[in-house]
C-alpha cells in the first residue's frame, strides 16, 4: 500500500471515530428482539399459557452479558489475590481460599465461552444468508430502502466473509442514498480495511469520496479521489472523478 492510501486509510478510522456510529447494530426487523405472546387460552375452566420460543439472538446477547460480568469479577478477585499475596508474603488460608474460588470462575468462564461459541454458531445457522441478500436486492430495486437496511444489518451481523463484504457494500451504497453519509463512510471503511483484496475497492474509494463531498469535507474527498486515481487509474471509477478534483 503506497502513502497516499495509507493516508486515507488512516483518515477513515479517524472520522470513524469523530462520527460517533456504529455499523454494527443490534439485529432489528428479521431477528426481533422478542416473540409476541398470544392471549393465554381457556381450558376445562383453567388458563393455559401458550409457550413462547426462545429468542436465539437473545440468547446470545445474554450469554455475552454473564460472560463479561464473569470476567470482570474474575480480574477483581485476582487483583484481590496479588495483594494478599504481597502484604502475607506467602500462602495463608485466606489466599488458599481465593484461589479455590478464582479457579471456580474460571471454570464457569471456560463453560460459558463454549455454551456462547456454540450458540453463535447455531444462530448463524439458523439465518439464510443467500436467501436475506436477495430479499434485500429486492428492496433496493423496488426502493424500499429503509428495508434493505434492516435486512443486511442482519446479514453483516451474522455473516462473515464474501457475503458479509456484498452486504456491508450494498448498505454503504444504501446510506448513500438515504444521505446518510457517515454510516456509508463507515461501511465502505470496513470493506477497505478488511478486505483490502477486494475488487469493489475502486467503488468503495469512489462513494467514500462522494460521501466527504456530501459532507462538505473538500479535502478529505480529494485525498480519496487522487488514491483512487493513483491505485486504479484505468478503472470506470476512475473515470467519475469530477474534474475539479483531478486539478493538482
Keep these: 500500500m503506497n502513502l497516499l492510501s495509507r493516508k486515507t486509510s488512516a483518515l477513515v478510522l479517524a472520522l470513524c471515530c469523530l462520527f460517533n456510529v ?6 432489528p426487523g428479521v431477528l426481533p428482539n422478542s416473540e409476541k405472546r398470544e392471549p393465554p387460552q381457556r381450558s376445562g375452566g383453567s388458563i393455559q399459557p ?3 420460543t426462545p429468542n436465539p439472538t437473545q440468547i446470545v446477547e445474554d450469554l455475552k452479558d454473564e460472560l463479561r460480568r464473569l470476567s470482570e469479577r474474575l480480574e477483581e478477585l485476582e487483583h484481590k489475590n496479588q495483594q494478599l499475596l504481597a502484604t502475607a508474603g506467602k500462602k495463608t488460608s485466606d489466599v488458599e481460599k481465593l484461589e479455590t474460588k478464582i479457579a471456580e470462575l474460571e471454570n ?3 463453560a460459558l465461552i463454549e455454551n456462547l461459541t456454540k450458540k453463535e454458531k447455531e444462530l448463524t445457522q439458523s439465518v439464510d444468508i443467500k436467501a436475506l441478500l ?3 436486492k429486492a ?3 423496488k426502493d424500499e430502502l429503509e428495508d434493505a437496511v434492516t435486512t443486511l444489518t442482519t446479514i453483516v ?13 450494498l448498505r454503504g451504497e444504501v446510506y448513500f442514498k438515504l444521505e446518510e453519509y457517515k454510516k456509508s463512510i463507515l461501511d465502505f471503511a470496513h470493506i477497505l480495511e478488511n478486505h483490502t483484496k477486494s ?3 475502486a467503488a468503495c474509494l469512489l462513494f ?3 460521501n466527504f463531498e456530501a459532507l462538505g469535507l473538500k479535502s478529505d474527498a480529494k485525498a480519496f479521489y487522487a488514491d483512487l486515481k493513483d491505485r486504479f487509474p484505468k478503472s470506470p471509477e476512475a473515470k467519475k472523478i469530477p474534474k475539479k478534483f483531478l486539478k493538482p
Design 139 to 141: 428492496h433496493i430495486k
Design 157 to 169: 451481523s451474522n455473516q462473515r466473509g464474501k457475503n458479509n463484504e456484498e452486504a456491508f457494500y
Design 199 to 201: 475488487k469493489r475497492t
Design 50 to 52: 401458550t409457550p413462547v
Design 22 to 27: 456504529s455499523c454494527l447494530q443490534s439485529r
Design 208 to 210: 467514500t469520496a462522494k
Design 134 to 136: 436477495e430479499s434485500a
Design 108 to 110: 464457569s468462564q471456560n
